[in-house]
């Protein structure tokens, strides 16, 4: 039998005495009926889903040394790429073509072998044909099959133009253009490619001069080269000193008529910021001088330099904007967007943001990037249905091309910005014949669409397809979603490992390493969404993984869970990484993946339980032990749920695999993977063959709990009913059983018979189990949840015809009048009596539940009176809830507790809902009320009655006041009383309810005393009335048990006669609280933990402040004078001298001499204690004692005191007062006459040899000679005076005739006393001598540092300035003129460029 632990409410039996079970249902913080804040009240729950976190999926990683699943590694990749997590690209060596470009023979080898010289790979281009340029000036050209097809050049052009520096392949993949290193620029036709069909040499500087050509300077390295549209023999081209040409190389009757139009940039020296996009150049000056000028020193690069150019491909589309010829130059300042037909013209022109420039490594960054126009793949969907249509007349259905994309980058930041033609109508005038026509005139338009921030400068651009960029920067490769305007993949990548064609251009200075090292646009380029990549080792390729392909990875290992996982993510939008291949919209793109799903969850079910899985390897170990492969079954089912639930379509998971799980015999790892998704709610429906074996499962494994939780968290409709009833009642599963009945038979009274059987089943059994306590209190939870509408345990919101019949229900049987059968029809009748026999009462089932916990079902009720079900219902309502509740009260078979908590609910609900109670409710049942309220014994139940008294007495007026206010009082109904008397303006009798009240803190009280006192002045013409003092009177000992400090400031402002009586108090006996209370009342003491409560202490008088001399002389000895000051007004001085006399405070009484004008008095006075002193420490040194130390020490103490004190009085009146007033030379004399009588009574005493302790003798003659040498001190400090005379002070103070009476000469003690003075200025003297030279030493170090800084000037880090870029001292004639700063961290630079 367990033991129950004591409960705060008792049931009593139908016929006995009150049985008391323990409550776990409500704890007072929580009842509603409780004076403390209600919190939310939710029915409790005995069990919690516990669902099991999906797995998360990893692939395995991937290794770009391992470029290619289908070639072996190779040693040349030098960490071109790393490894990530998650493979991205599918890269490819490309050996076959990389074996005609790496891993040459030396020269003179090749010449014996007669090997060709193909010299090293400088920059590459792949649209048709892969093309690669080398150093010695040839062009390799491969197709994609790796076949070599031409090598254009031969050594001798090779020879004459030097390394190709830039590679270009026209439109149809016939012509080859290539610029070179020496400014040569050679058109390569395929059909005949060993020798160039057309050669644009470099014009000499005269040529330019002179204005008979244009074109690229001799040396000028060629940085970019492009095909003009479909054109053959139209090119475009730029340098490096920032010139870009227009290249016409056609023939004129089979003659070379070429013709080069300069269309950006100016040669040196020339004044103009940019040509003009004409057929005739500018006219430059002379410019021979900064020409001559090159040499090894670093070049100045122009200021317009072109960081890339390119002109708009054609697509496979036409589009209005291939008419205009459109070329892109990219400067580190600008954006130009040039036209080449009809006419040459400049069309857009960006200006950088001037905050970009202000970052040298990314001023000189840019990059290019076009896209032509292609078939919009969102017309797709919609060209099916109008190639339906057209598929009948034949017609060819008219597909929307996109508008071409530019994409360009400076530094970090990315752009993109779209083109298109607008057409306009304009009026044209014929000039023949005067005529006017409209025409329509083309415009291009520009629309930015899309920006942002890479996290480092961007070092290439290419477009992977319409949607996709790769975008390199020094250590990494990102994929950027142009639709989507994010980042969708992103590798770490090696900028080092790519070819860059200026790398030989760092030996003369003309470009850094470190710029030339990230020069690598021209080793990458796309073609057809493949990334071509030209290495320092190996040329590759890669290819963007498409959702396809990576499904197709996992399926190639035989890894078929990862394959479903990961294109589950794809189905519902969470894979990460790019999503090619993938249509946009969600339904298109989920109608897509579904069959692949389908198709993966079969495969992978058919080779998991496959014959030949078992036998090919999977199982092997190197023990011969064998694998276990129980994993494999247990994620096939978790993997395929989360598939089917994605899906939503579970006819595979509960037909197709549980039955291979069944036949297979191992159908109960089916049933444990399932139940973490059913308790989760993510596959709510279950078909009932598989409800009943999940059920059965924990039945048999002994875990009913766990049964009980599948069967409340599964379908109802698919439950076994009968299975699931038998268990619960079986097992005690009362959750589960009222989820079966409520949402599985919509039955809500069945629930509540069951518990009440169960009550009074506790009734009958007289040793109950705590559980099946625990169990009987569920009951309120279900009411409480029913009631409210919810559905129990969930306490999800039932729908609002479910909900309404089931509060019906519920308030029909628990309220019936008498016992009746459930069901209906056929039912069995329902009875709560002990005995079976037993008669059954009114209101039977309402009347058990009271009995059983009044307040947990009240607390129900509580809740359910805020429904708006109550408001609008027929059959039930708040009022006759309230009528049955009293019926039931009156009968008298209640515990007290349960009556108690009947009226709180009454008393609390009738002010809440007036409209349906108060109107309907006699006066004298709410009277009875509000007495029975105040007549209860219960002690912990006195703060809750109050506060629902208080709520009745909101809305209900009683008739006999006197009567209700005594009951109160009796009952402690402070909080009341103290409203009713501040109402009523009752002074007296509220002083009194704040004295008595034990709830309130000392705090309150107090605040409280104080309000009501205040406010009883103002009605008492402006005094204290006299009941307030009687009560005070009679209320001290409660009011100092309370707060001691708190009481005294009360009495002091408003009755300070009480202060004598609150001393003589019981509280009070001590001398420390009398010291204390005192304290208080003398402002600005440094004891008091409170306000001062006045200026002075004038309340206080003359006994009282001499009791708190006389006790601060005890407990705070060092605070006397400071008290003495604050009390001067109010005390006897020689009362207040007798009391410090007596206490030993000597100090105190010189102080008071001193300051009522008897200086000298006060010195004579400190003459006699100190011969007294002197005695009393010559006896205790004479004879030794234990705790003699102590009582020396005290002596001591009491001796410098007097001295100190003595000093402030010769001091101040040297200083303040004239010779005539007071004589200084009298007191200074008498002062130290005393001191000196001192010394030498204690060294007399101690040469005797008498003491004991000859350490402690010394101390005491070292601090007394030192209390001389300091008044020694002070005297030379004012000795400037004529009243005080030092020689005549002295020569009195060795006077024999003075000194008649003592032992010994005063010249030893002198020469003592003296000595050390001395030898103590001779000390600070040395001292002042050390810290001087240690200053001068310090101050001349950081001088000759400062002077060596200065003389030795800072080196600069180069030769240019580093803001503008321009060379300091561009000649010698100019270096006078110029002027230069340079800071101490090396940075130099034109003082004009620093403001």
Request: glycine content about 6%; proline content about 6%; aromatic content about 8%.
């Amino acid at each position: 039998m367990s033991s129950l632990p004591p409960s705060r409410v008792g049931s009593p039996a139908p016929n006995g005495p009150f049985i008391q079970f323990p409550k776990p249902f409500l704890h007072p913080n929580v009842s509603r009926l409780r004076s403390f804040t209600p919190r939310s009240s939710s029915a409790p729950s005995t069990g919690s889903p516990h669902a099991q976190p999906l797995i998360n999926f990893s692939p395995s990683p991937s290794h770009f040394s391992e470029i290619s699943r289908t070639s072996s590694p190779s040693a040349g990749h030098n960490g071109l790429l790393t490894g990530q997590e998650r493979e991205v690209f599918r890269w490819s060596s490309l050996r076959s073509a990389g074996s005609h470009l790496y891993n040459q023979k030396p020269g003179k080898a090749s010449a014996v072998l007669g090997d060709l010289l193909t010299g090293a790979p400088m920059v590459l281009t792949a649209n048709g044909f892969i093309c690669v340029g080398t150093d010695k000036g040839r062009i390799f050209v491969f197709d994609f099959k790796q076949t070599l097809k031409y090598i254009c050049g031969s050594d001798s052009s090779g020879s004459t133009a030097g390394p190709v520096s830039a590679i270009a392949l026209s439109n149809d993949h016939t012509f080859v253009a290539s610029g070179h290193t020496t400014g040569y620029i050679q058109l390569f036709n395929l059909k005949t490619p060993e020798v160039a069909a057309r050669t644009v040499t470099p014009v000499t500087l005269a040529a330019v001069t002179s204005g008979r050509q244009e074109g690229h300077l001799p040396g000028s390295r060629i940085i970019s080269i492009s095909f003009v549209a479909g054109r053959h023999t139209a090119v475009v081209s730029a340098d490096e000193h920032g010139l870009s040409f227009y290249h016409s190389l056609g023939k004129v009757l089979f003659v070379e008529a070429s013709d080069t139009i300069r269309i950006f940039g100016n040669y040196h020296g020339e004044d103009a910021a940019e040509a003009s996009v004409s057929g005739h150049p500018a006219n430059p000056s002379s410019q021979q001088n900064a020409l001559d000028h090159l040499s090894f020193r670093r070049r100045r690069r122009p200021r317009n330099t072109v960081l890339a150019m390119t002109t708009l491909p054609l697509g496979p589309l036409p589009h209005p904007t291939d008419v205009y010829q459109i070329v892109t130059l990219l400067t580190p300042t600008k954006l130009v967007v040039v036209g080449l037909k009809p006419t040459p013209k400049t069309w857009l022109k960006i200006m950088r943001d001037e905050e970009q420039l202000s970052s040298p490594a990314y001023r000189r960054r840019g990059c290019l990037a076009w896209f032509p126009s292609v078939q919009d793949s969102s017309t797709e969907k919609s060209d099916k249905t109008v190639s339906m249509k057209n598929a009948k007349s034949g017609k060819q259905p008219q597909r929307p091309p996109t508008h071409p994309v530019l994409s360009y980058s400076w530094g970090s930041h990315v752009y993109l910005l779209r083109v298109h033609e607008q057409k306009t109508k304009q009026t044209v005038s014929n000039s023949r014949t005067g005529k006017t026509s409209e025409v329509e005139v083309g415009t291009l338009v520009f629309e930015e669409v899309g920006k942002w921030l890479m996290d480092d400068a961007v070092l290439a651009i290419q477009w992977l397809n319409v949607n996709q960029l790769a975008i390199f920067t020094a250590s990494a490769l990102s994929i950027y979603d142009a639709h989507g305007m994010k980042i969708v993949e992103a590798v770490r990548f090696d900028s080092s490992s790519l070819v860059s064609p200026s790398l030989g251009q760092t030996g003369n200075g003309s470009i850094s390493y470190s710029d030339s090292v990230r020069d690598i646009a021209h080793s990458i380029r796309t073609y057809k969404g493949k990334l071509f990549l030209l290495g320092r080792q190996e040329l590759f390729v890669g290819t963007l993984l498409s959702w396809a392909d990576r499904i197709l990875s996992f399926v190639e290992q035989g890894d078929f869970l990862s394959a479903i996982e990961l294109t589950r993510t794809y189905y519902t939008g969470e894979a990460p990484g790019n999503r090619n291949g993938l249509p946009e919209d969600p339904e298109e793109r989920q109608t897509v993946i579904a069959d692949k799903i389908h198709d993966l969850m079969m495969a992978s079910s058919r080779f998991t339980f496959s014959e030949d899985r078992m036998t090919d390897g999977t199982h092997a170990s190197l023990d011969g032990r064998g694998v276990d492969r129980t994993s494999l079954f247990e994620d096939l089912v978790a993997t395929c749920a989360r598939a089917c639930i994605a899906l939503d379509d579970f006819d595979f998971l509960f037909e197709g695999l549980f039955q291979q799980y069944e036949d297979a015999g191992i159908h109960r790892m089916f049933l444990h993977q399932l139940e973490p998704f059913v308790l989760d709610g993510s596959i709510p429906l279950v078909p009932p063959r598989i409800t009943q074996r999940l059920v059965a499962l924990h039945e048999e494994g002994g875990r009913p709990d766990l049964a009980e939780r599948i069967i409340w968290h599964i379908e109802p409709s698919c439950l076994d009913i009968n299975q699931a009833i038998n268990l619960c009642r079986t097992h005690q599963l009362w959750d589960a059983l009222v989820y079966v009945y409520t949402r599985a038979l919509r039955d809500y009274v069945s629930p509540i018979i069951e518990f009440l059987a169960l009550i009074r089943s506790l009734y009958q059994n007289p040793a109950p189990t705590d559980t099946v306590i625990k169990n009987a209190y569920k009951i309120y939870s279900y009411l409480a949840t029913v009631l409210c509408g919810q559905i129990y345990p969930s306490q999800e919101p039932l729908e609002p015809d479910e909900a309404s019949f089931a509060k019906r229900d519920v308030y029909s049987f628990i309220f019936c009048g008498h016992s009746t059968t459930w069901p209906a029809e056929e039912g069995n009748l329902v009875l709560t009596s002990q005995d079976e026999n037993g008669m059954e009462p009114t209101y039977p089932y309402a009347r058990l539940l009271l009995r059983f916990d009044a307040e947990s079902f009240l607390h129900c009720l509580d809740m359910a009176f805020e429904d708006s079900y109550l408001h609008e219902s027929s059959d039930m309502s708040r009022l006759m809830i309230v009528r049955i509740l009293l019926d039931i009260m009156s009968s008298e078979d209640l515990s007290p507790s349960g009556v108690t908590f009947m009226n709180i609910f009454i008393a609390r609900n009738v002010p809440k809902y007036p409209q349906y109670l108060q109107d309907f409710i006699a006066p004298s049942v709410l009277h009875n009320v509000l007495t029975a309220l105040a007549t209860q014994p219960e002690v912990e139940t006195r703060e809750d009655r109050q506060l629902a008294a208080e709520y009745l007495l909101s809305v209900y007026t009683p008739h006999d006041e006197d009567r209700l206010l005594q009951l109160f009082e009796d009952a402690g109904f402070y909080r009341i009383l103290r409203s009713w008397y501040r109402h009523e303006r009752h002074w007296g009798p509220l002083l009194t309810a704040f004295l008595h009240d034990p709830e309130l803190r000392p705090s309150e009280m107090f605040s409280g005393l104080e309000e009501v006192i205040v406010s009883s002045i103002r009605d008492n013409k402006k005094q204290v009335p006299g009941d307030i003092i009687n009560i005070l009177t009679t209320s001290l000992d409660e009011l100092l048990q309370a707060d001691v400090l708190a009481t005294a400031s009360l009495l002091d402002k408003h009755a300070p006669e009480l202060h004598e009586t609150a001393l003589e108090s019981s509280r009070l006996s001590d001398d420390r609280d009398q010291f204390i209370y005192l304290n208080h009342l003398v402002p600005d003491s440094e004891y008091d933990q409170y306000s001062p409560t006045s200026s002075s202490p004038s309340h206080i008088n003359s006994r009282l402040r001499h009791r708190f001399i006389r006790l601060q002389c005890r407990f705070a000895p060092s605070g006397i004078i400071d008290v003495l000051k604050r009390l001067q007004d109010g005390i006897d001085w020689s009362t207040a001298l007798s009391i410090c006399e007596e206490a030993g405070a000597y100090d105190a009484v010189i102080w008071s001499m001193n300051y009522r004008g008897q200086p000298q008095e006060a010195l004579s006075k400190a003459d006699v204690f100190e011969k007294q002193l002197t005695l009393d420490l010559t006896r205790t040194l004479a004879s030794p004692a234990p705790g003699s130390t102590d009582s020396v020490n005290k002596y001591l103490n009491d001796l410098q005191a007097i001295g100190r004190r003595g000093i402030s009085v010769c001091m101040e009146h040297s200083s303040t007062s004239s010779a005539g007033e007071v004589p200084l030379e009298d007191i200074w004399y008498q002062l130290l006459s005393s001191q000196i009588h001192t010394v030498q009574a204690l060294s007399a005493c101690c040469s005797t040899g008498k003491g004991g302790d000859a350490g402690l003798e010394g101390e005491v003659l070292s601090t007394l000679r030192a209390i001389v040498q300091e008044t020694f001190a002070s005297l030379v400090s004012v000795s400037s005076t004529q009243a005080v005379s030092f020689p005549r002070l002295f020569k009195r103070l060795v006077d024999p005739a003075v000194h008649s009476g003592t032992t010994g000469t005063p010249y030893t003690e002198f020469r003592a006393i003296l000595t050390g003075m001395l030898e103590s200025y001779r000390t600070d003297g040395d001292m002042l001598i050390i810290s001087k030279r240690l200053i001068d030493r310090d101050v001349f170090d950081s001088v000759e540092l400062y002077a060596k800084e200065k003389m030795r000037g800072w080196t600069p880090s180069c030769g240019v300035c580093s803001s503008c870029g321009r060379t300091l001292l561009p000649s010698q004639a100019d270096a006078e003129n110029v002027q230069i700063r340079l800071s101490r961290t090396g940075t130099i630079y034109h003082l004009g460029c620093s403001t």
